[in-house]
Nanobody, 120 residues
């Protein structure tokens, strides 16, 4: 069974840092691109950090560029979201996603998300 499970969310002060983790199972993680997305209440889901299979290609939106990075450890089947200089604002749920074609076929799986809140 293909699964991605997020963890590491919580309350962090403005300007602080937080690292989210995504544990992948049930598929060959190293063969699939992954991403982190977020969704604030009443808003659509926003892509914040995609990463290629080898971790060599990432494209960040301007809203997080220079502050967020998405390291991945294929040996451990883990993908992380390192968030620095967090801004206060609406809370958001951060989701891990695997999508694309690979040895396990076509995948498009989401985790349940982890809540992140930044206090002012």
């Amino acid at each position: 069974q293909v699964r991605v499970v997020e963890s590491g969310g919580g309350l962090v002060p403005s300007g602080g840092s937080l690292r989210l983790s995504c544990a992948a199972s049930g598929f060959k993680c190293s063969s699939y691109a992954m991403s982190w997305d977020r969704q604030a209440p009443g808003k659509g889901r926003e892509l914040v950090a995609p990463i290629s299979t080898a971790g060599s290609t990432t494209t960040y939106p301007d809203s997080v560029k220079g502050r967020f990075t998405i390291p991945r450890d294929n040996a451990k089947k883990m993908v992380y979201l390192q968030m620095n200089s967090l801004n206060p604002g609406n809370p958001a749920v951060y989701y891990c996603n695997v999508r694309g074609w690979g040895p396990n076929g076509a995948l498009n799986a989401w985790g349940r998300g982890t809540q992140v809140t930044v206090s002012s």
